[in-house]
C-alpha cells in the first residue's frame, strides 16, 4: 500500500467517524431532522408570523442550532429565529405532539399538519393526529405530552 492509499483510507475513517458522531448528537439532542433539517426544511417562523407551513430556502437563509440546520424563506424570518431560537422551535424536538401525548414516543411529523397554540408549535404526523389533538383536548394532553418528553430527554 502507497502512502496515496494509506491516506485516503486515514481520510474516509476520519470522515465517517465525523459524520456518525453528527448523527449521534441530532439524535441525542432530541430534534428531529429530516434531510438535516428540522421542520423538513419549512421555516419556523413562518409558523408564528404567517400561520401556515412555508417551505424555506435552504441555500440562502439556514441556520444551525443545537445541532441541526433550519431553513427561512426570507431574511427578516432567519434574524428573528437567529435572535430567539428557543421561541420558534417546535415542541418535543419536531416530533409528533399526539404521539408524545397519547404514546410517549417519538414519531416523525408531517410539517404542514400544525397548530400554534400559546406560543408554542406543535406539529404533527398526519392532519389526523392534528384533528384528534384538538378533539381529545390539547390542553390535557400537552400536559401528558411535557411529561413523556421530560421522561425522554432525562433518560441519558
Known amino acids: 500500500?502507497?502512502?496515496?492509499?494509506?491516506?485516503?483510507?486515514?481520510?474516509?475513517?476520519?470522515?465517517?467517524?465525523?459524520f456518525v458522531t453528527i448523527q449521534i448528537y441530532a439524535q441525542e439532542g432530541h430534534i428531529y431532522s429530516?434531510?438535516?433539517?428540522?421542520?423538513?426544511?419549512?421555516?419556523?417562523v413562518a409558523y408564528f408570523t404567517q400561520n401556515k407551513?412555508?417551505?424555506g430556502d435552504k441555500d440562502k437563509y439556514s441556520h444551525k442550532f443545537e445541532g441541526v440546520y433550519y431553513a427561512f424563506s426570507?431574511?427578516?424570518?432567519?434574524?428573528?429565529?437567529?435572535?430567539?431560537?428557543?421561541?420558534?422551535?417546535?415542541?418535543?424536538?419536531?416530533?409528533c405532539s399526539y404521539a408524545m401525548a397519547t404514546k410517549g414516543s417519538k414519531v416523525s411529523a408531517d410539517p404542514e399538519a400544525?397548530?400554534?397554540?400559546d406560543?408554542?408549535?406543535?406539529?404533527?404526523y398526519r392532519?389526523?393526529?392534528?384533528?384528534?389533538?384538538k378533539k381529545e383536548g390539547p390542553?390535557?394532553?400537552?400536559?401528558?405530552?411535557?411529561?413523556?418528553?421530560?421522561?425522554?430527554?432525562?433518560?441519558?
Open 114 to 117: 400544525f397548530e400554534v397554540r
Open 74 to 95: 426570507s431574511l427578516e424570518n432567519y434574524n428573528l429565529f437567529k435572535a430567539n431560537p428557543k421561541k420558534y422551535q417546535p415542541q418535543y424536538g419536531g416530533y
Open 53 to 55: 407551513a412555508v417551505i
Open 139 to 156: 390542553i390535557k394532553l400537552r400536559s401528558q405530552a411535557d411529561a413523556n418528553w421530560r421522561k425522554i430527554i432525562y433518560r441519558r
Open 1 to 18: 500500500m502507497n502512502n496515496f492509499q494509506s491516506l485516503l483510507i486515514k481520510a474516509t475513517l476520519i470522515f465517517s467517524f465525523a
Open 127 to 133: 392532519k389526523q393526529g392534528l384533528e384528534n389533538w
Open 34 to 44: 429530516s434531510r438535516g433539517y428540522a421542520l423538513s426544511g419549512y421555516d419556523a
Open 119 to 124: 406560543g408554542k408549535l406543535h406539529v404533527f
